[in-house]
């Protein structure tokens, strides 16, 4: 009955509030689940859109365009604590701000609107803001990205860009995922609250909500050669994150927190800390596959806790039709005892050194071989984890990734 | 040329008549700490004078002045003080004083004086405050923020050593106090008006890395002394590393009471209870 009701005020809420506004629907939920890479499932908090849909990690992408007036019809189907959502860097007016005693909080089977507009291309953050330490470690949170109105630019009068991909980072430390944290008190009639949290040592370190083997083929840096490709970052997290991008891809860093830097930055590497967003130009004249690196800084130590590693694949040139395109592909990718290499027409028969490194930068196993079309690769009883196979051509050398389980 | 040169003259002389010599006496205290959740520990500050604050004295000089110091040690320790960029580091015997003498002749500058002693054991434990040469004096707001780990103040105010590498701070402070009690402080509470112009000096004088998200607005960085390619950014959020001082300016567009706080959301906190850290709140009327 509850269920129907709450359909019905939906419907009726999005009929009334999509006259002359982009209207977009987010459902705040507390009974999120969350498969690790470790095969473990946590309890988490989370933004969906759809009613019964379990609130993925981290949530909705939501794009708008420059200057559009903005409503967000929030609501919170969770009992426990009330959620909000704080569009972090879109400076709204403080009625819309998400900050539980200076706006509204939304209560379990209630919706409120946010209502702005969003001025600045770039990219932005949303997130609870009611015991922000607890409900952002859980889940609540997304990307927000604001695009000019010719969406092949980076902004009016930036820059132009043939592809894009959005990464976000974040921690999860499990023991935060406890209902004796997640479940927390709260007094509405407060403006304060006095709410435990406990220490904070993340054994996970997420990419758009993945990690280690869970990011082959999720998620990558993909584009073509002579094109340029617009990367949005945002952290999210706790800890402090090192971005490095391999020189071939001619990385340049060219705004941060929805603001356009007034002198670009040429560099491979780029950090960001906790709240920040930056946008990152690649320019790779050379079709390249290989990887970029993120680490993990502990705030606190300066200890870089982890590392994760995207796949960086450069395929084809932009505006060519290219029939060699794939110049290495790994099959299977997660692999145990073997892994078949496959190569592009134009590599068969080139005389190559096949090796591959492990976290540690310790080459494990190396062959030369004449490259045929499917070349096999015993992988023996290394141990599982993540590894690079590096592969030396007459042609040049390519990288991928391979992860042994 | 004649018309040019009485300018220059004039210029020049108004310019000389605004700097000077500025006596300033910092007493180096040993106290006890009282946190916002009334749990206590060890801490020294530099204060104007005998009595132990948590909040270190605040120097603001004009350019062109000379700063003449005396500190005096009033701990039973031998300490040390050094102004970064600035000083080599002295070192005062306890009870005793130095003196020193220092010219400031960037505008719109900011850096901070500490205790260099015993691989910054001594700065950990509060000893550390801020220099600030503004070039207007209007609309000015001063975050000394800092991190402990109240289990290794005993430790850090005698000079004892740690292992930084375990380094996990519960109290988290700016200009000495926590939320909610950081609102009380004028000099840090950002009061002021739609159109003003807003300059917020920020120096991390604790040993962690902050990440300080701005509700609201953004603001652009007039001064960063590690990474002077960051002037001129305009952002919502900043990192600020240890030692660090930054210089923001802001306008803003609308009223409204936003939060600023950290965003490493774990150092918002005190004793590990949310929300009880570097958070507080700016008016804008």
């Known amino acids: ?405 | 040329m004649l018309r040019a040169t009485i300018a220059l003259i004039v210029l020049c002389t108004s310019f000389l008549s605004n700097a000077e010599t500025v006596h300033h006496r910092l007493h180096l205290n040993a106290g006890v700490y009282t946190a916002v959740d009334t749990t206590t520990f060890p801490m020294a500050s530099f204060n104007w004078t005998t009595t132990f604050e948590a909040q270190n004295a605040r120097i603001t000089l004009e350019s062109g002045d000379s700063l003449s110091l005396t500190i005096v040690n009033n701990d039973s320790i031998k300490h040390g003080f050094k102004i970064k960029d600035k000083t080599s580091g002295e070192e005062i015997a306890p009870g005793d004083s130095i003196h020193l003498t220092v010219f400031f002749d960037q505008e719109d500058y900011a850096t901070i004086y500490y205790d260099h002693l015993n691989n910054s054991s001594f700065r950990a434990a509060g000893l550390g405050g801020i220099i600030h040469v503004p070039s207007n004096p209007e609309g000015l707001f001063y975050w000394n923020i800092k991190d402990f780990q109240k289990n290794w103040a005993s430790q850090l105010v005698s000079g004892e050593s740690v292992n930084w590498m375990t380094y996990y701070p519960d109290y988290f402070t700016i200009n000495g106090r926590s939320n909610p009690h950081i609102n009380q402080d004028s000099m840090a509470r950002v009061v002021g008006s739609v159109g003003e112009t807003i300059t917020i000096v920020i120096a991390n004088t604790g040993s962690s890395v902050h990440s300080i998200h701005f509700h609201g607005y953004h603001a652009e960085i007039t001064y960063s002394s590690l990474n002077s390619a960051h002037i001129g950014r305009s952002k919502d959020t900043f990192p600020i590393k240890s030692m660090e001082t930054l210089i923001l300016e802001m306008v803003p567009d609308k009223p409204g009471e936003y939060p600023v706080h950290d965003h490493n959301l774990s150092a918002v906190s005190a004793g590990g209870i949310y929300p009880n850290g570097m958070f507080l709140t700016m008016l804008i009327q």
Request: glycine share 8%; proline share 6%; with cysteine.
């Open chain 1, 1 to 405: 009955m509850m269920t129907r009701l709450i359909y019905t005020i939906l419907a009726l809420s999005i009929g009334f509030a999509s006259i002359g506004q982009t209207i977009h629907q987010l459902i705040g939920r507390n009974t999120g689940s969350k498969l690790l890479f470790d095969g473990n499932t946590i309890r988490t908090f989370g933004f969906a859109q759809a009613f019964g849909e379990n609130p993925p990690i981290p949530g909705p992408t939501l794009t708008f365009t420059e200057n559009d007036s903005i409503s967000l019809d929030f609501w919170n189907i969770s009992q426990g604590a009330p959620h909000t959502i704080h569009l972090h860097g879109l400076d709204v007016n403080q009625a819309n701000d998400g900050v539980p005693h200076l706006s509204f909080e939304v209560h379990h089977n209630e919706h409120g609107y946010y209502r702005f507009r969003a001025p600045h291309p770039g990219t932005y953050l949303y997130h609870c803001h009611v015991v922000s330490s607890i409900h952002v470690q859980a889940g609540m949170y997304g990307l927000i990205v604001v695009k000019p109105a010719d969406t092949s630019m980076t902004w009016t009068d930036g820059y132009e860009y043939q592809s894009d991909v959005n990464l976000m980072f974040s921690e999860m430390d499990t023991i935060w995922h406890h209902d004796s944290v997640l479940l927390h008190d709260y007094d509405t009639s407060m403006s304060h609250h006095m709410i435990p949290i406990p220490i904070y040592t993340p054994q996970h370190f997420l990419i758009n909500g993945l990690s280690e083997q869970q990011l082959v083929d999720k998620v990558e840096i993909h584009g073509q050669a002579n094109s340029s490709i617009y990367v949005r970052m945002a952290n999210i997290g706790y800890l402090a994150n090192r971005i490095t991008f391999p020189a071939a891809v001619n990385a340049k860093i060219i705004d941060s927190d929805g603001r356009p830097l007034p002198t670009p930055e040429v560099s491979d590497v780029l950090e960001i800390y906790p709240g920040e967003r930056y946008g990152v130009l690649l320019d790779p004249g050379q079709e390249y596959i290989g990887t970029a690196s993120v680490e993990f800084i502990n705030l606190n130590t300066g200890q870089v806790d982890n590392q994760q590693v995207l796949d960086v694949n450069i395929e084809g040139f932009y505006g060519v039709e290219d029939p060699n395109r794939k110049p290495l592909r790994l099959v299977p990718n997660p692999a145990n005892t073997e892994v078949q290499i496959y190569v592009s027409p134009k590599l068969i028969g080139e005389q190559s050194t096949i090796e591959l490194m492990n976290i540690s930068g310790s080459i494990v196993i190396s062959h030369n071989r004449r490259l045929v079309e499917a070349n096999s690769v015993n992988l023996g009883q290394l141990p599982a984890g993540v590894y690079t196979l590096l592969l030396n051509t007459e042609s040049g050398a390519f990288s991928q990734r391979l992860i042994i389980l």
